[in-house]
């Protein structure tokens, strides 16, 4: 079955800096979204985008946030100057017209 | 707007018993219905999923669940639960095809005692 790949699994940054977590989608999805879940808490929706731009965002993805589907294949989401909190597992999702979401496998971010 | 609940936080089990993880969501109409577990520190791994038809679904790891439409539940199942099981489980919403996003439940996270 198709999968939906991010990388790197676990990235460890320095606060105020930036840093890139990638994703590559299904290849024929055309729906792609950013999902965060906090140590120890639920999910929560970040962002999603279509059709190369932002259909729908979060409270959470304020300025600092980011994303970006540089080429045919790639979805990334940027954090600009990353605080403590932004420590998370992030979670690349894609999904057909109107069916199904494949979520990736994750990228865990820790900000020291 | 939809919502996912779990409505247990924690559950406790030994192991070889049955298993049962409570699901309920509030939607319009019949969503898409998944089962995601998650062992500490790692992703997600969809253990099921429900579409459409057969309102008993089976997955990997012996799960299965069943949905209710006259209760708004998809409940997970597992008749005898192994030591390995001892991880989190959310449910999940897919209204996508209500133009609505990916909700998932709160998660239970289930301990399995030897």
């Known amino acids: 079955e198709p999968e939906v790949t991010q990388t790197p699994s676990h990235q460890v940054t320095q606060m105020g800096q930036e840093v890139i977590l990638r994703c590559v989608p299904i290849?024929?999805?055309?729906?792609f979204y950013w999902y965060r879940q906090i140590l120890g808490q639920k999910v929560e929706f970040l962002v999603s985008?279509?059709?190369?731009?932002?259909?729908?965002k979060s409270e959470i993805f304020d300025d600092q946030f980011s994303v970006e589907r540089p080429d045919g294949s790639n979805f990334t989401l940027k954090i600009r100057s990353t605080k403590l909190e932004d420590s998370a597992m992030y979670f690349c999702?894609?999904?057909?017209?109107?069916?199904?979401?494949?979520f990736g496998s994750g990228t865990r971010l820790t900000v020291v | 707007a939809q919502s996912v609940t779990q409505p247990d936080i924690h559950i406790t089990v030994s192991e070889g018993a049955s298993l049962e993880l409570r699901c309920n969501y509030s939607?319009?109409?019949?969503?898409?219905l998944f089962w995601y577990v998650q062992s500490p520190g790692q992703g997600l791994q969809l253990l099921l999923k429900?579409?459409?038809?057969?309102?008993l679904v089976q997955g990997i790891k012996g799960f299965e669940a069943e949905f209710k439409r006259s209760q708004s539940s998809f409940n997970l199942r597992k008749p005898s639960v192994h030591w390995s099981d001892a991880a989190e489980y959310f449910c999940?919403?897919?209204?996508?095809?209500?133009?609505?996003?990916?909700?998932f439940g709160p998660g239970t996270r289930l301990s399995v005692l030897p």
């Open positions: 290849s024929n999805h055309l729906y």
């Open positions: 999940a919403v897919d209204g996508s095809n209500y133009g609505q996003n990916f909700v």
């Open positions: 429900y579409f459409s038809g057969d309102t």
């Open positions: 985008f279509y059709n190369n731009e932002i259909s729908e």
């Open positions: 999702a894609s999904s057909a017209a109107n069916y199904g979401y494949t």
């Open positions: 939607y319009g109409a019949t969503p898409y």
